[in-house]
């Protein structure tokens, strides 16, 4: 209780209890809704969970007017920056899902954030079935214990969805493949939209922490960043979206956005599931130390 007492202490951070995912019924199917939207969050900085800043404001803000529409998702799926595996994608399928806090170096109250949100190990189960691995056409995999919901899934979806209620799933990402595959994977998640789930990427258009500068303000950034920053941006208002895929064929502007490029992937997944013709909402555009783009997509 002293933990919680101490995280109320933080602006905006709101406290919820661990029991209230437990006391919701386990969601065994998905039902016909109307389709819902997408989003891809740029997450930036771990501390951007807790600080009371424009880019935790912003999600916020979607987050009301998310669960203020006529239909409410059914389900949350998360494609995390902070899950890759090798030789195959996963889903998590346990009914509990961990809080994993997949960093070091940051204050204890970041530490203390738990986001008891429920899992639903039936539609994990299910959709593993129903989905096919892009490089084999193989099911994918159901993690029942060893993941969990990492800071690039609960970070923004906590000052999102604070009460924590929404089923939620974490799909990972098979480092090993190409970037075609992953925006392959990402089109089979199209038919989801229609049977209430929210598809939420969350990674950085730009993500280079290799020379970071702090401090600085949220229209400054390398001269590398900002232009691939917008090669991405006219791709999806021209509804380019397959063309996301290639951006590697960018070169050295490409490797210094993205030395590795694990932030980008969601997007990819985010763009697969929606159709050429949806307008893009662009909402914090902007960068956090000069290379890290928090630029964010809603489409829908």
């Not at 059914?74 to 809080?99: D, N, R």
């Not at 009460?163 to 970037?179: E, F, V």
């Not at 021209?238 to 969601?266: C, I, R």
């Not at 662009?282 to 997509?297: D, E, K, Y």
């Amino acid at each position: 209780m002293a933990t919680l007492a101490g995280l109320a202490a933080f602006p905006g951070v709101t406290v919820t209890s661990l029991s209230s995912a437990a006391a919701l019924p386990a969601l065994q199917s998905l039902k016909p809704s109307p389709r819902m939207p997408v989003l891809f969050v740029g997450h930036g900085s771990p501390m951007n969970a807790i600080e009371d800043n424009a880019w935790r404001r912003a999600w916020e803000a979607l987050g009301t007017e998310l669960m203020a529409r006529a239909v409410q998702p059914q389900l949350i799926l998360c494609i995390s920056a902070h899950w890759l595996t090798q030789g195959g994608w996963q889903l998590t399928g346990m009914a509990s899902p961990k809080t994993i806090h997949d960093f070091g170096g940051f204050p204890q109250a970041l530490f203390d954030q738990q986001y008891p949100a429920p899992g639903a190990p039936a539609v994990a189960r299910s959709l593993a079935r129903e989905l096919k691995s892009p490089a084999t056409g193989a099911a994918l995999g159901v993690d029942e214990g060893d993941w969990g919901l990492d800071h690039g899934t609960w970070s923004v979806l906590k000052p999102m969805f604070p009460k924590a209620q929404i089923p939620l799933l974490q799909l990972s990402m098979d480092y090993s493949r190409a970037p075609a595959e992953h925006y392959a994977l990402g089109r089979q998640l199209a038919a989801l939209r229609e049977r209430g789930v929210l598809i939420v990427g969350s990674g950085n258009v730009v993500h280079n922490l290799r020379v970071t500068r702090r401090g600085t303000a949220a229209n400054e950034a390398y001269d590398w960043a900002q232009e691939f920053d917008v090669v991405v941006q006219d791709q999806i208002k021209k509804g380019q979206l397959g063309a996301l895929a290639d951006f590697l064929k960018l070169g050295p502007v490409a490797k210094q956005a993205h030395p590795t490029h694990e932030h980008y992937l969601p997007l990819l997944y985010a763009a697969g599931a929606v159709q050429s013709t949806e307008m893009p909402r662009f909402f914090n555009t902007g960068f956090q130390s000069a290379s890290i783009s928090m630029r964010s997509v809603l489409w829908g």
